[in-house]
């Protein structure tokens, strides 16, 4: 099972800052990474597949990049309802895998 | 537009069974795996099991193994999880899901709750 390990657990930030998330697999999962966020009481969001290949209707500030082994979600210019809870997934092989989880908070 | 909801969420005594159902609309169902997530209060997601297009290949968490069936109706545009041998761990959130590999289309989820 390949397991997937975000960092930080939390990122305190303030709107207009640019937030760095990272997610590191424990073997190589080439391109087959993915990224979600979610709102508290909602189901996730689809961000980010392929690793850095940005889902239908997602902001232009976010973008995702990395192969292999580790990969970075950015988020480049914090808007208030990008507070939330970021997760990532690998796709390249059975089982599927969620890392733990970044929750950005406001500062 | 893509909808998904779930139903057969509920209490259930450990040991207990449950069928949870996900009605799809707005693609062609018969077409596209379907996958179940769950979610248990204040932590993570997990990816439990996942079903081909025409329901030949199935896929499960090792930790679900041999207690949990994941099945479809094509005809009827829905998707179910059997759920045996219910533990007070398994008390989520669950989700259904389109595609195989990642997850664009999410339903709003049932709430399972394992406990005596």
């Known amino acids: 099972e390949i397991v997937l390990t975000q960092s930080p657990a939390t990122l305190s930030l303030s709107p207009g800052e640019r937030a760095t998330l990272s997610c590191r697999a424990s073997q190589s999962i080439n391109s087959d990474l993915v990224w979600y966020q979610q709102k508290l009481g909602q189901a996730p969001r689809l961000l980010v597949y392929g690793a850095s290949n940005t889902a239908t209707g997602i902001p232009a500030r976010f973008s995702g990049s990395g192969s292999g082994t580790d990969f970075t979600l950015t988020i480049s210019n914090l808007e208030p309802e990008d507070f939330a809870v970021y997760y990532c997934?690998?796709?390249?092989?059975?089982?599927?895998?969620f890392g733990g989880g970044t929750k950005v908070e406001i500062k | 537009e893509v909808q998904l909801l779930e139903s057969g969420g509920g209490l259930v005594q450990p040991g207990g069974s449950l069928r949870l159902s996900c009605g799809a609309s707005?693609?062609?169902?018969?077409?596209?795996?379907m996958t179940w997530v769950r979610q248990a209060p204040g932590k993570g997601l997990e990816w439990v099991s996942t079903?081909?297009?025409?329901?030949?290949?199935?896929y499960y968490a090792d930790s679900v193994k041999g207690r949990f069936t994941i099945s479809r109706d094509n005809s009827k545009n829905t998707l179910f999880l059997r759920m045996n041998s219910l533990r007070a761990e398994e008390t989520a959130v669950y989700y259904c899901?389109?595609?195989?590999?990642?997850?664009?289309?999410w339903g709003q989820g049932t709430l399972v709750t394992v406990s005596s």
């Open positions: 997934q690998q796709r390249g092989t059975w089982p599927l895998t």
């Open positions: 899901a389109k595609d195989m590999l990642h997850f664009a289309n």
């Open positions: 079903i081909s297009a025409t329901g030949e290949n199935t």
């Open positions: 707005g693609f062609t169902f018969s077409s596209v795996g």
